[in-house]
């Protein structure tokens, strides 16, 4: 389809290790979010990109998390030394520019175990 | 006070039912708003994207605005069953651009 992908869809991984989280904008959409979604919550913001550069990363909670997009298309969500508190569902949606419709991927169920 | 503000519910309705779910915001910048359906275990899926003020329908959804309330609806006509779900109001416009979630409101049509 001509969704929005994220890969894995599920990942379970040990305190302490390093993740990768993968995520496949809709083709020509500049704008990309990632998100984080806790049970019984509503997603909270992590970072946004415009094409390859990061726009507002405020919602990233600390410097273990970083995500990066070098070429306006796929970014990884990539977050080191993991911890149990980082268990949640990393959601990724992208728009075709600021301000308009986004559309969200199916996310990726992360657990720290 | 959270810039979104959304009762979690859960709202329970018999079918054939007028739905009506709403939020609250601070951000008297925010001109962009949207509501989402989350079925369980599922991505967010955009139902209605409005600007700014006024009312727009979709089928059997309403979405209205009121900025000078900062308040927005979300109407749902003729409810089935089908549309339990989790509904999540969202907004964007401000300084920053990113798109701001209220915490959703689990939503029930009893058959």
């Known amino acids: 389809g001509a969704g929005v992908s994220q890969t894995p869809s599920n990942k379970v991984t040990e305190k302490g290790k390093y993740v990768e989280l993968r995520c496949d904008p809709i083709?020509?959409?500049?704008?990309l979010y990632w998100y984080r979604q806790s049970l019984g919550q509503g997603p909270e913001f992590l970072i946004y990109f415009q094409g390859t550069g990061a726009a507002d990363d405020s919602g990233l909670p600390n410097d273990r998390f970083f995500a990066v997009r070098p070429e306006g298309s796929v970014s990884t969500l990539k977050i080191q030394r993991t911890e149990r508190g980082d268990s949640a569902v990393y959601l990724c949606?992208?728009?075709?520019?600021?301000?308009?419709?986004?559309?969200f991927g199916q996310g990726t169920r992360l657990t720290v175990v | 006070q959270k810039e979104v503000e959304q009762d979690p519910g859960p709202l329970s309705v018999p079918e054939g039912a007028i739905v009506s779910l709403n939020c609250t915001y601070s951000n008297s910048a925010f001109q962009y708003f949207m509501w989402y359906r989350q079925y369980s275990r599922k991505g967010p899926e955009l139902l209605m994207y409005t600007y700014s003020s006024g009312n727009k329908e979709d089928g059997r959804f309403t979405a209205q605005v009121d900025k000078s309330s900062k308040y927005i609806s979300l109407f749902i006509r003729d409810s089935q069953p089908s549309d339990s779900a989790t509904y999540l109001c969202a907004m964007s416009g401000g300084r920053d651009d990113k798109i701001i979630f209220g915490k959703g409101t689990r939503l029930h049509i009893l058959p």
């Open positions: 083709s020509g959409h500049t704008a």
């Open positions: 949606a992208s728009s075709l520019r600021r301000e308009t419709e986004a559309f």
